[in-house]
């Protein structure tokens, strides 16, 4: 049984919050993720949560930490100036393993930009924003329902690895209306808790391809939290052999979890001559795009990525030695269609089709693309 509901990809975004189980939220308004804040605003203190508005995003960034390490389900949602903001206390979150999701409602930068249009420019920011060389998981939907859906998820995936997850939603789908079908079941994310007495509790265990449960912070269990590289304590170190462990213990919780971490969908990939790769709002484009290069007898298929990091680097080298052509439309100059070259490692050609100036990538364009870069010959050729 589901609940019918007609809303847009912010409401999603915060009801889906909501169901998860996020209990507190701090923020600061910006444009085009406002929306978010207003309604949990509202939303949260009627489910016995929090909601507070903070001097700035860097501010935002260190209560939801602090909340998250206090044993609540933590969010906080923004867009490019405030995304830049919040990245040291990011990565204070990665490198202290506290969960919490960070909602990116992306629009055209750099600096104040476009602050009213949709991009999709901060992709590898996503990835690299914060300073050093650790895993991070970000989610992106191309819908309102899969703006709800993946909210929940990012909370279950942020609780059972300990770390920040980003919801990378572009303003399109932010502010697109769509039907929504609701789940009337009971989807809130449960954080495990430890079995071991606090006496024996080490709350930075290094784990191979797991994670120590997180005790909330100030009660029976006291423990050291620090963003220098530290011990199974918590407490600082320099000893190479520990920090060895420790990057293992990082790294390991994601890459040894891909088979649930990673999400794609696709279609009419067995035999096309041209794979069309995309994300986010460029995606629905990239979806009818397909459909009218069908119409016109070309072999076309589509993937379209609901985890953009960690990349499917094992799908897309497959994809890459299967299909002679990969064309990966997205709203900016090329920031994901450079992994996707990077993986096809010249086995296929990987043609980019561009956008960074704040309107939405068409299927015709789409089409025209690839047309033209094909110039009236057979796709295969």
Excluded at 89 to 114: D, K
Excluded at 158 to 182: C, F, G, H, N
Excluded at 307 to 313: I, K, N, Q
Aim: charge should be negative; proline fraction near 7%.
């Amino acid at each position: 049984m589901s609940r019918v509901c007609f809303m847009h990809g912010n409401e999603a975004a915060a009801e889906g919050a909501i169901a998860a189980g996020c209990r507190f939220y701090a923020g600061y308004p910006i444009t085009p993720s406002t929306e978010i804040a207003e309604i949990l605003s509202t939303r949260l203190p009627e489910v016995g949560g929090t909601f507070i508005q903070m001097e700035d995003e860097i501010a935002s960034m260190a209560a939801v930490i602090g909340a998250s390490l206090g044993g609540l389900m933590s969010a906080t949602a923004t867009s490019g100036p405030g995304f830049s903001l919040m990245q040291e206390n990011l990565g204070f979150a990665v490198a202290s393993e506290i969960p919490c999701v960070i909602v990116n409602v992306q629009r055209v930068g750099p600096s104040t930009g476009l602050p009213t249009k949709a991009a999709q420019g901060d992709m590898m920011q996503a990835r690299w924003g914060t300073h050093g060389d650790h895993p991070i998981i970000a989610l992106t939907p191309s819908s309102v329902q899969e703006s709800w859906r993946l909210a929940v998820r990012a909370f279950a995936l942020s609780e059972r690895y300990r770390t920040p997850v980003l919801l990378m939603i572009d303003a399109i789908v932010a502010q697109l209306k769509e039907k929504v079908e609701l789940p009337e079941g009971d989807v809130a994310v449960q954080r495990p808790q430890p079995a071991e007495p606090p006496a024996s509790y080490k709350p930075f265990a290094f784990l191979d391809g797991a994670v120590q449960p997180l005790a909330a912070f100030g009660g029976d269990y006291r423990y050291h939290v620090t963003g220098l590289l530290h011990d199974e304590h918590g407490f600082p170190t320099e000893n190479p052999e520990i920090v060895a462990r420790w990057w293992q213990h990082m790294t390991s919780k994601i890459d040894a979890n891909l088979d649930d971490i990673l999400e794609w969908e696709e279609d009419g990939l067995d035999d096309a001559d041209v794979a069309v790769v995309s994300y986010g709002a460029s995606a629905r484009a990239a979806q009818h795009a397909v459909t009218l290069l069908r119409e016109r007898g070309l072999k076309a298929g589509w993937l379209k990525l609901l985890t953009v990091w960690p990349f499917p680097e094992a799908r897309m080298r497959a994809l890459a030695a299967k299909v002679p052509r990969i064309v990966v439309p997205e709203m900016n100059l090329g920031q994901i269609r450079l992994e996707v070259e990077r993986l096809a490692a010249g086995r296929a050609r990987v043609q980019g089709v561009h956008r960074a100036d704040g309107l939405a990538i068409t299927p015709e364009q789409i089409v025209a693309a690839i047309v033209a870069e094909n110039a009236g010959a057979p796709l295969g050729a």
